[in-house]
């Protein structure tokens, strides 16, 4: 299978199962519509009788011989092999946690997953020994593996942050007795970050996510205290210092793009525009029939704007001006490896989300659905068959993800999206899906353009987390 | 590959990475920057950092 497009003056073809990435001449590209998994070593009659009054026979015939070598290589129509690993797929330990240490917050952002902080089950912190109990889980889980990986989301993790430091300090109390090694991340709106909680979040956090829409009148139209303020003055000033103190752990600042500023690429240079350079804004994930929802009929606009923004950056990076765009980020050589993209993010299998009440959900966006408890901290329980069914859901067993290009970049989607919006977890959400596309579709086309233009070292060398476009 | 008509940009070792990969030492996407949208493609690979 492959995949080919032009995009901002480049003819690019994806060799699906190989990986490779070919930029293509016009003679090539227009070629390539006569091979396929059959190709043989001879020119098609065909390709001479209905592009013999564009290109000349000579070219046409150099050009065949060039795709045939990557046939031959493995480049270019390349067998799918890899379901036979799919079908191998089993329960893997649990090594990543989101937990939900707080299910309160001091905002009331109208687009909220989370049903602005309570997740429909009213507003609680999570007390400490629910908190150990998770961490003690995980390591109980997690069999071999080394690294674990703890997300303190909510709700607003700040609000519960004592909570945050000393399940922190009981996680590393228990490093070497169990040989792990514990990443944190935190998720914030930054209301209450003071200088406390930036020391401890940049000395101990390795990922800091930090909430922010971009524009001030685009973040305080939806980002909103519970009387109706805006949050972005209050909190530009403390990311900005947590940032310039941050040395070489990663951080993004990360906001969401709705109806609203379809014209995002603004925002993206906002954030820049502040002294930020690790970025990501991500179409908002609603009920269709909301005002702000990102709908099907938009996706014109966005694949414009996407396209935009790339054409942005580009221009940035060749003028040594380095920002990451999170959703531009590909690593075509060093990513990660075919098995780990087979069944992506992992939810319900090496990933869970905890709960206040110590319930246990495949992941935070399932939290608050009862048909997806998987179970409960406090009387030990935890439903193995749901889990080997997402160990199980692989982009084999996704109808909709099995023929397509970008199964290996996706890995089949967001389960919980599928779960909302289509009712199964394994039917894709096609809104989704076609802005994932077009988000990869830019990402290898910035690939090729600094391909081209010989700056294909694409980071600035100091702070690059590396993966990066 | 390099010729008059086609560049490819990159190694192709997918196939590769699956003999020798699944090691689950890497990053769940959702703990990176997400947590709404699944991008499996730009995380890292623990064994080549």
């Not at chain 1, 031959?72 to 893997?92: H, I, K, V």
């Not at chain 1, 700056?455 to 600035?460: I, L, R």
Request: aromatic share 10%.
């Amino acid at each position: 299978m492959i995949h080919k497009y032009r995009l901002n003056g480049y003819n690019i073809c994806l060799d699906v199962h190989s990986g490779a990435v070919h930029i293509l001449d016009d003679t090539a590209y227009d070629i390539l519509d006569y091979c396929s998994e059959n190709m043989g070593k001879d020119v098609p009659e065909k390709v001479y009788e209905e592009l013999g009054g564009k290109y000349e026979k000579k070219e046409i015939e150099e050009t065949y011989a060039a795709l045939y070598e990557l046939f031959e290589n493995g480049q270019l129509f390349s067998p799918d092999d890899y379901e036979q690993f799919a079908d191998m797929m089993t329960r893997a330990p649990v090594k990543s946690m989101c937990i939900n240490i707080s299910h309160d917050c001091n905002l009331r952002c109208e687009y909220c997953f989370a049903a602005k902080g309570d997740f429909g089950q009213g507003r609680c912190l999570m007390p400490l020994e629910t908190a150990k109990k998770a961490i003690d889980f995980i390591i109980a889980n997690s069999g071999t593996r080394k690294n674990l990986e703890v997300d303190f989301f909510g709700g607003e993790p700040l609000m519960n942050f004592d909570v945050v430091k000393k399940t922190v300090e009981y996680a590393r109390g228990l490093e070497d007795k169990y040989n792990k090694k514990f990443r944190f991340t935190i998720t914030t709106n930054g209301i209450l970050l003071d200088d406390d909680k930036m020391e401890f979040i940049n000395r101990e956090m390795n990922n800091v996510v930090l909430s922010l829409d971009g524009r001030k009148e685009v973040n305080d139209r939806l980002r909103v205290t519970p009387n109706g303020k805006g949050s972005y003055d209050a909190i530009v000033p403390a990311y900005q210092k947590l940032v310039s103190q941050r040395t070489d752990k990663d951080y993004y600042i990360r906001g969401t793009f709705t109806k609203y500023n379809l014209d995002f690429t603004n925002d993206v240079l906002h954030m820049h525009s502040l002294g930020f350079d690790q970025l990501s804004i991500e179409p908002v994930v609603s009920d269709p029939k909301l005002d702000y929802s990102i709908k099907y009929e938009d996706l014109p606009v966005v694949f414009e704007e996407y396209e935009k923004l790339a054409k942005t950056i580009i221009d940035s990076r060749k003028k040594g001006d380095y920002y990451n765009f999170f959703h531009f980020m590909i690593d075509l050589d060093q990513g990660p490896c075919a098995i780990k993209r087979l069944r992506g993010c992992g939810c319900g299998n090496e990933y869970v989300a905890v709960t206040p009440q110590g319930d246990i959900y495949p992941c935070h966006q399932f939290v608050g659905n009862e048909d997806y408890k998987m179970g409960n901290l406090n009387d030990g329980t935890f439903n193995t068959d749901m889990k080997n069914m997402f160990a199980m859901s692989t982009v084999y067993t996704k109808e909709n993800c099995r023929d397509c290009w970008a199964k290996f970049y996706c890995s089949g989607g967001c389960n919980a999206n599928n779960f909302q919006y289509e009712g199964d977890i394994r039917k894709s959400h096609k809104t989704s899906c076609e802005l994932e596309k077009k988000r990869l579709e830019c990402a290898i086309m910035i690939k090729a353009a600094l391909a081209e233009s010989g700056d294909e070292t694409d980071c600035d060398g100091e702070d690059c987390i590396c993966s990066c476009l | 590959m390099e010729n008059k008509h086609i560049k490819t940009l990159n190694q192709a070792n997918l196939k590769q990475s699956a003999v020798k990969g699944g090691c689950g030492e890497c990053q769940a996407s959702c703990q990176s920057a997400c947590k709404t949208s699944c991008t499996v493609a730009n995380q890292k690979c623990e064994k080549k950092q």
